[in-house]
Protein backbone atom coordinates (compact mmCIF):
# COMPACT_ATOMS: atom_id res chain seq x y z
CA UNK A 1 0.00 0.00 0.00
CA UNK A 2 1.38 3.24 -1.13
CA UNK A 3 0.74 6.20 1.38
CA UNK A 4 1.88 10.14 0.43
CA UNK A 5 2.20 12.57 3.54
CA UNK A 6 3.95 16.17 3.50
CA UNK A 7 4.83 18.87 5.95
CA UNK A 8 6.51 21.80 6.72
CA UNK A 9 9.01 22.48 9.49
CA UNK A 10 9.48 26.04 10.09
CA UNK A 11 13.48 25.79 9.57
CA UNK A 12 16.49 26.41 6.70
CA UNK A 13 16.72 23.09 4.46
CA UNK A 14 19.83 21.90 5.22
CA UNK A 15 19.57 22.15 9.24
CA UNK A 16 16.63 19.86 8.96
CA UNK A 17 18.57 17.40 6.51
CA UNK A 18 21.03 17.41 9.56
CA UNK A 19 18.25 16.40 11.84
CA UNK A 20 17.12 13.81 9.20
CA UNK A 21 20.55 12.35 9.57
CA UNK A 22 20.28 11.98 13.39
CA UNK A 23 18.09 8.77 13.44
CA UNK A 24 17.50 8.05 17.05
CA UNK A 25 16.45 12.48 16.89
CA UNK A 26 14.58 11.41 14.11
CA UNK A 27 13.06 8.42 15.56
CA UNK A 28 12.16 10.37 18.68
CA UNK A 29 9.52 12.11 16.83
CA UNK A 30 7.32 9.47 16.11
CA UNK A 31 4.86 8.25 18.88
CA UNK A 32 5.20 5.13 19.64
CA UNK A 33 8.64 4.16 18.33
CA UNK A 34 11.14 3.55 20.59
CA UNK A 35 15.18 2.49 19.11
CA UNK A 36 16.97 0.09 21.13
CA UNK A 37 20.32 -0.06 20.01
CA UNK A 38 22.33 1.01 17.17
CA UNK A 39 23.45 -2.24 15.12
CA UNK A 40 26.08 -0.21 12.91
CA UNK A 41 25.84 0.38 9.06
CA UNK A 42 23.23 2.91 9.52
CA UNK A 43 20.66 -0.04 10.89
CA UNK A 44 18.89 -0.11 14.06
CA UNK A 45 16.91 -2.39 16.22
CA UNK A 46 13.45 -1.11 17.85
CA UNK A 47 9.89 -0.92 18.21
CA UNK A 48 6.61 0.46 17.09
CA UNK A 49 3.47 0.26 19.40
CA UNK A 50 0.16 1.52 17.54
CA UNK A 51 -3.48 0.98 17.91
CA UNK A 52 -5.87 0.87 15.83
CA UNK A 53 -8.79 0.47 17.05
CA UNK A 54 -9.24 -2.01 20.28
CA UNK A 55 -6.21 -3.69 18.82
CA UNK A 56 -2.95 -2.14 19.58
CA UNK A 57 -0.05 -3.69 17.55
CA UNK A 58 3.80 -4.25 18.74
CA UNK A 59 6.28 -4.54 16.14
CA UNK A 60 9.91 -5.08 17.09
CA UNK A 61 12.48 -5.15 13.94
CA UNK A 62 15.02 -3.46 12.57
CA UNK A 63 15.51 -0.27 10.21
CA UNK A 64 18.00 0.52 7.83
CA UNK A 65 19.34 3.66 5.40
CA UNK A 66 19.38 2.35 2.22
CA UNK A 67 20.41 5.85 0.26
CA UNK A 68 21.24 8.98 1.28
CA UNK A 69 21.54 11.33 -1.32
CA UNK A 70 22.91 14.75 0.44
CA UNK A 71 22.64 16.80 -2.81
CA UNK A 72 19.24 15.83 -3.64
CA UNK A 73 17.95 15.95 0.04
CA UNK A 74 16.45 12.50 -0.22
CA UNK A 75 16.91 9.49 2.56
CA UNK A 76 15.38 6.29 1.81
CA UNK A 77 14.91 3.76 4.75
CA UNK A 78 13.62 0.29 4.77
CA UNK A 79 11.94 -1.18 8.25
CA UNK A 80 10.36 -4.61 9.10
CA UNK A 81 9.57 -6.46 12.15
CA UNK A 82 7.02 -8.85 12.97
CA UNK A 83 4.34 -8.42 16.22
CA UNK A 84 5.64 -9.31 19.92
CA UNK A 85 2.29 -11.44 20.32
CA UNK A 86 2.55 -13.30 16.65
CA UNK A 87 -0.13 -11.81 15.26
CA UNK A 88 1.64 -10.43 11.83
CA UNK A 89 4.07 -8.62 10.08
CA UNK A 90 4.86 -5.24 8.58
CA UNK A 91 7.66 -3.94 6.14
CA UNK A 92 8.16 -0.71 5.07
CA UNK A 93 10.12 1.32 2.66
CA UNK A 94 10.08 5.17 3.67
CA UNK A 95 11.41 7.56 1.14
CA UNK A 96 12.24 10.97 2.54
CA UNK A 97 12.54 14.36 0.34
CA UNK A 98 13.47 17.49 1.81
CA UNK A 99 12.69 21.11 -0.19
CA UNK A 100 13.36 24.68 0.62
CA UNK A 101 9.74 26.20 1.03
CA UNK A 102 10.15 30.03 1.84
CA UNK A 103 12.51 30.48 4.67
CA UNK A 104 10.81 26.51 6.14
CA UNK A 105 11.58 23.23 4.38
CA UNK A 106 8.69 21.27 2.81
CA UNK A 107 9.45 17.34 3.92
CA UNK A 108 7.48 14.45 1.59
CA UNK A 109 7.46 11.27 2.69
CA UNK A 110 6.03 8.26 0.92
CA UNK A 111 5.29 4.81 2.61
CA UNK A 112 5.16 1.58 1.25
CA UNK A 113 3.58 -0.27 3.31
CA UNK A 114 2.97 -4.19 3.51
CA UNK A 115 0.88 -5.59 6.45
CA UNK A 116 0.28 -9.54 7.34
CA UNK A 117 -1.87 -11.03 9.65
CA UNK A 118 -3.71 -8.73 12.24
CA UNK A 119 -3.00 -5.11 10.90
CA UNK A 120 -4.09 -6.60 7.34
CA UNK A 121 -7.79 -6.75 8.48
CA UNK A 122 -7.98 -2.86 8.01
CA UNK A 123 -8.95 -0.85 5.49
CA UNK A 124 -6.48 0.78 3.26
CA UNK A 125 -8.90 3.94 4.30
CA UNK A 126 -8.18 3.01 7.76
CA UNK A 127 -4.90 2.81 7.60
CA UNK A 128 -4.30 6.25 5.62
CA UNK A 129 -5.91 8.18 7.93
CA UNK A 130 -3.48 6.42 11.08
CA UNK A 131 -1.39 7.31 9.35
CA UNK A 132 -2.06 11.00 8.49
CA UNK A 133 -2.38 11.17 11.95
CA UNK A 134 0.82 10.09 13.10
CA UNK A 135 2.43 12.17 10.47
CA UNK A 136 1.01 15.40 11.83
CA UNK A 137 2.24 14.01 14.92
CA UNK A 138 5.72 13.56 13.88
CA UNK A 139 5.90 16.74 12.22
CA UNK A 140 4.83 18.77 15.52
CA UNK A 141 7.59 16.49 17.50
CA UNK A 142 10.13 17.43 15.14
CA UNK A 143 9.67 20.93 14.65
CA UNK A 144 9.70 21.15 18.86
CA UNK A 145 12.73 19.08 18.84
CA UNK A 146 14.63 20.97 16.23
CA UNK A 147 13.79 24.10 17.96
CA UNK A 148 15.15 22.58 21.63
CA UNK A 149 17.92 21.55 19.67
CA UNK A 150 18.73 24.95 18.31
CA UNK A 151 18.35 26.83 21.60
CA UNK A 152 20.72 24.08 23.12
CA UNK A 153 18.08 22.85 25.13
CA UNK A 154 18.14 18.96 26.57
CA UNK A 155 15.49 16.89 24.60
CA UNK A 156 13.76 13.82 25.57
CA UNK A 157 15.36 10.21 24.21
CA UNK A 158 12.16 8.97 23.37
CA UNK A 159 8.78 10.44 21.89
CA UNK A 160 5.73 9.91 23.73
CA UNK A 161 3.82 7.01 23.71
CA UNK A 162 1.03 6.98 20.83
CA UNK A 163 -2.21 7.82 22.06
CA UNK A 164 -4.65 4.85 20.81
CA UNK A 165 -8.18 7.18 21.85
CA UNK A 166 -6.64 10.48 20.20
CA UNK A 167 -5.35 8.73 17.29
CA UNK A 168 -8.75 6.89 16.90
CA UNK A 169 -10.51 9.74 17.19
CA UNK A 170 -8.77 12.07 14.69
CA UNK A 171 -8.62 9.06 12.13
CA UNK A 172 -12.53 8.67 12.95
CA UNK A 173 -13.41 12.48 12.36
CA UNK A 174 -11.34 12.02 8.56
CA UNK A 175 -13.05 9.28 7.61
CA UNK A 176 -16.76 10.85 8.50
CA UNK A 177 -14.88 14.04 6.26
CA UNK A 178 -14.80 11.78 3.69
CA UNK A 179 -18.17 10.07 3.60
CA UNK A 180 -20.33 13.63 4.20
CA UNK A 181 -18.14 15.32 1.27
CA UNK A 182 -18.72 12.24 -0.80
CA UNK A 183 -22.40 12.34 0.03
CA UNK A 184 -22.67 16.15 -0.23
CA UNK A 185 -20.90 16.11 -4.03
CA UNK A 186 -23.50 13.10 -5.18
CA UNK A 187 -26.19 15.58 -4.55
CA UNK A 188 -24.23 19.12 -5.91
CA UNK A 189 -22.22 17.64 -8.61
CA UNK A 190 -21.10 21.32 -9.64
CA UNK A 191 -19.27 22.13 -6.28
CA UNK A 192 -16.30 18.85 -7.24
CA UNK A 193 -14.23 21.09 -9.51
CA UNK A 194 -14.15 23.83 -6.60
Avoid at 35 to 50: C, M
Wanted: charged content about 25%; proline content about 3%.
Amino acid sequence: MLLSNDFEVAQPVDKVWAFFGDVPQVAACLPGAELTEDLGDDTYGGGVAVRMGPVKLEFDGKARIVERDDQAKRLVLDASGADRKGRGQASMTVTAVLTAAGRGTRVHLEQDLQLSGAAAQYGRGMISDVTTVLMGQFAANAQQRIDALERGEAVAATAKPASGLAIGLQAARMALMRVFRRFFLSYRPELRSR
